[in-house]
């Protein structure tokens, strides 16, 4: 079993959160640059598309392959490997000189950037259970604050320099990131001599052997899969058209009330640490469904619409810090395992979720989307309150 140090230190925390944000922030580099990068090898825009759903696909396969293996390899070996995988894949994007090479290099990429799902359970694994909450909730805040930067950033780069500079830049700042890692992280050794077969059953069976994972998944998944997907996809389609046709810029502007949910990381994580974690659970999935409720007669109103986004961003990185927290507090020897279900788990209900949005949206536009949030958000609370024990707290 793993020696846990007394306190791990700021730096480790703050590294380990940069690593994890910029890991994750890599799937997000091409998505204001989709329309920019189909152009740039005359094809229809609606072809960049495709370049998201590669890219996809490249790491929920990398999920399931690689971070189960954090309950079995030394982690700083297998950080720096990913991340050196990691890079070549960005320089390949970099130099594509088609499309097709392009989508093979974002595959590839897709695949090894996971080191931000080896980071979130290691860094349960170091720390002491009586603050694991508060630094699960600073990888977290790490990990949004890395979507909403790479977001904001690469359109920026990309008008400077061109698209292929930001892939540039990300190799460069992963190569930082490896640097910081090989010399910063102390040697973890690995927790149990399991046969990869075997690694790969465990993350299949964990709900089966941890039954309180199956409240955690659905919880999880109906805010934040569904409710969160069904809000923000939409929240496109309503700025961009009456009355408030929003570029793109503008729409960007508005995502940053997310910022409230990765400000407040530490403290969220703070209260399962301060055995507050079932009660403060039921208060954030009933602020998810009272910003749904709220919503459905927002879309006239850009200020109630940045309130509700604030307010439900907020809910929504409490219920994602707390849920993981509780899952992390399972096991002392399969947290990676167990978070490999969990956003395996996440990425279904994404997907459920996106479909959702649109075909909702087709239906009744804003307010059915909204009403579908308010549905799913309820699900999650009477689950919640009545589905599940209350061990976890």
């Known amino acids: 079993m793993t020696e846990k140090p007394k306190s791990l230190s700021t730096g480790i925390i703050l590294l380990l959160a940069a690593s994890a944000g910029f890991a994750v922030g890599n799937l997000y580099w091409a998505q204001p640059l989709l329309s920019a990068i189909a152009n740039s090898f005359d094809l229809p825009a609606s072809q960049g598309g495709f370049l998201v759903s590669i890219t996809q696909m490249g790491y929920a396969l990398g999920l399931l392959l690689f971070v189960p293996l954090g309950d079995v390899v030394e982690r700083r070996k297998l950080l720096s490997l990913v991340i050196l995988a990691t890079i070549a894949a960005l320089f390949a994007c970099a130099w594509a000189p088609s499309f097709s090479m392009l989508s093979a290099a974002l595959f590839c990429m897709g695949l090894f950037t996971i080191s931000g799902q080896i980071i979130l359970p290691l860094a349960g694994d170091l720390a002491n259970p009586a603050e694991r909450g508060r630094i699960v909730g600073l990888i977290t805040s790490g990990i949004t604050s890395g979507i909403l930067f790479s977001r904001l950033v690469s359109g920026l780069i990309a008008d400077i320099w061109g698209w292929r500079s930001i892939y540039f830049l990300a190799a460069l700042i992963n190569f930082v990131m490896l640097a910081a890692i090989g010399s910063l992280l102390p040697k973890i050794p690995a927790k149990e001599n399991v046969s990869y077969p075997t690694l790969l059953l465990g993350v299949l069976t964990s709900v089966k052997r941890y039954p309180m994972m199956r409240g955690i998944l659905l919880k999880q998944g109906l805010v934040f899969g569904i409710t969160f997907n069904l809000f923000w996809t939409a929240l496109t389609f309503l700025l961009s058209g009456?009355?408030?046709?929003?570029?793109?810029?503008?729409?960007?502007?508005?995502?940053?009330?997310?910022?409230?949910?990765?400000?407040?990381?530490?403290?969220?994580?703070?209260?399962?640490?301060?055995?507050?974690?079932?009660?403060?659970?039921?208060?954030f999935i009933g602020l998810s469904t009272a910003s749904m409720a709220i919503a459905t007669v927002s879309?006239?109103?850009?200020?109630?619409?940045?309130?509700?986004?604030?307010?439900?961003?907020?809910?929504?990185?409490?219920?994602?810090?707390?849920?993981?927290?509780?899952?992390?507090?399972?096991?002392?020897?399969?947290?990676?395992?167990?978070?490999?279900?969990?956003?395996?788990?996440?990425f279904l209900f994404c997907a459920i979720g996106s479909s959702m949005a649109t075909l909702l949206w087709d239906m009744g536009k804003w307010q059915a989307v909204t009403i579908g949030g308010v549905l799913a958000s309820s699900l999650a609370l009477l689950i919640h309150r009545y589905g599940t024990k209350r061990e976890a707290t």
């Open 242 to 283: 009456e009355p408030f046709f929003f570029n793109t810029t503008q729409i960007g502007l508005v995502s940053l009330a997310g910022l409230t949910g990765t400000l407040a990381g530490a403290k969220l994580g703070a209260l399962q640490d301060r055995g507050l974690g079932y009660g403060s659970l039921t208060l």
């Open 299 to 346: 879309q006239k109103s850009i200020v109630l619409i940045v309130l509700v986004a604030a307010v439900f961003s907020l809910a929504v990185q409490g219920i994602g810090i707390l849920s993981q927290t509780q899952l992390f507090a399972l096991t002392d020897t399969e947290r990676s395992r167990l978070n490999t279900a969990f956003v395996v788990s996440n």
